[in-house]
């Protein structure tokens, strides 16, 4: 079946400007997780969703990053006023369900550069 | 605080040659440890070690958990050139967030 998907793939945008990262889990998995990952780096956690809910945003880094999942399925990450220090990979995951004993599956990821 | 640390940082081999790929943990309640291959972007899932499940095989990679040292290994044999990328090793921490090293990056000449 099909795989997680996130578009765009790139995003190029200018400092203070609003981007949308936009993942779409694969069918039936009902947790989605955001992670944000830099050169040389592994992918560091920023939020996940079981449901519609955000049961863990501890990874955030400041209150210009949100995410959303309204209906349980496709979720959003949005950076407002977006810095230089913004740009990565940013990577989404799903599981089929949340818990330490079930595969998070990653998507091919949205590289974002800020100039 | 949740820690993985993998070793080497890079490693560079011919095809044909074997190779071991280490990951050491420290984590408040242990229950699982991934490895993933990461080639461009995305990660692709290899294995899920657990405390029922500590050695797992898949044609000519395979790995073991060590739950008293806490590390594991991912051994590749007969490597080949698509076996290039970068090599992540991951455990669930607080929450369900997965915490990674910083990967190994694995090249395979011809």
């Known amino acids: 079946?099909?795989?997680?998907?996130?578009?765009?793939?790139?995003?190029?945008?200018?400092?203070?400007?609003?981007?949308?990262?936009?993942?779409?889990?694969?069918?039936?998995?009902?947790?989605?997780?955001?992670?944000?990952?830099?050169?040389?780096?592994?992918?560091?956690?920023?939020?996940?969703?079981?449901?519609?809910?955000?049961?863990?945003?501890?990874?955030?880094?400041?209150?210009?990053?949100?995410a959303v999942r309204p209906e349980g399925s496709v979720s959003t990450l949005k950076i407002q006023r977006t810095e230089r220090g913004d740009s990565a990979v940013y990577l989404c995951a799903s599981s089929l369900r949340a818990g330490p004993l079930y595969e998070q599956y990653f998507g091919p990821g949205t590289r974002l550069t800020v100039t | 605080e949740d820690k993985v640390v993998q070793s080497p940082l890079s490693l560079v081999v011919h095809e044909g040659d074997t190779v071991t790929l280490n990951c050491s943990y420290e984590v408040t309640n242990f229950r699982s440890l991934l490895w993933y291959k990461q080639e461009k972007k995305a990660p692709t899932f290899l294995f899920m070690l657990t405390s029922s499940g500590i050695e797992k095989k898949s044609g000519r990679?395979?790995?073991?958990?060590?739950?008293?040292?806490?590390?594991?290994?991912?051994?590749?044999?007969?490597?080949?050139?698509?076996?290039?990328?970068?090599?992540?090793?991951?455990?669930?921490?607080?929450?369900?967030?997965?915490?990674?090293?910083?990967?190994?990056?694995?090249?395979?000449?011809?």
């Open chain 1, 1 to 66: 079946g099909a795989g997680v998907s996130q578009t765009p793939s790139n995003k190029v945008t200018e400092k203070g400007k609003y981007v949308e990262l936009r993942c779409d889990p694969i069918s039936g998995h009902t947790a989605l997780y955001w992670y944000r990952q830099s050169l040389g780096q592994g992918p560091e956690f920023l939020i996940y969703f079981q449901g519609t809910g955000a049961a863990d945003d501890s990874g955030l880094p400041n209150d210009r990053f949100f």
């Open chain 2, 61 to 110: 990679l395979s790995s073991i958990l060590d739950k008293k040292e806490l590390f594991s290994i991912l051994n590749i044999t007969a490597t080949q050139t698509g076996d290039s990328a970068v090599y992540l090793c991951a455990v669930p921490s607080y929450g369900n967030k997965l915490v990674f090293g910083a990967g190994t990056i694995l090249r395979v000449k011809s």
